[in-house]
Nanobody, 118 residues
């Protein structure tokens, strides 16, 4: 059974940090590009960060460049999102997504809420 389980969300003050985790199971994690998306109330889901499967290349939305870092540990089947210097506009539900490099298969997690507020 395929599962992506996010954790690490919560309430944090502006300027603070959080580290999100997404634990994968049920598929060959190392064959998948991993992505973090977010969706704020009333807005469309947007891509935040990507990390490739082979060489670990990363890419970020302009809004988070220099503040967020995506990483992966293939031994633990887990992808992370380190979020620093958080702003109120980072408030959203954060989702991880796995995209196969061998097919059109993809999987979504259930999401974790991040709220940035004083």
């Amino acid at each position: 059974q395929v599962q992506l389980v996010e954790s690490g969300g919560g309430l944090v003050q502006p300027g603070g940090s959080l580290r999100l985790s997404c634990a994968a199971s049920g598929f060959t994690f190392s064959d998948y590009v991993m992505r973090w998306y977010r969706q704020a109330p009333g807005k469309e889901r947007e891509l935040v960060a990507t990390i490739t499967s082979v060489d670990g290349r990363t890419n970020y939305a302009d809004s988070v460049k220099g503040r967020f870092t995506i990483s992966r540990d293939d031994a633990k089947n887990t992808v992370y999102l380190q979020m620093n210097s958080l702003k109120p506009e980072d408030t959203a539900v954060y989702y991880c997504r796995a995209d196969s490099t061998r097919s059109r298969r993809n999987y979504w997690g259930q999401g974790t809420q991040v709220t940035v507020s004083s």
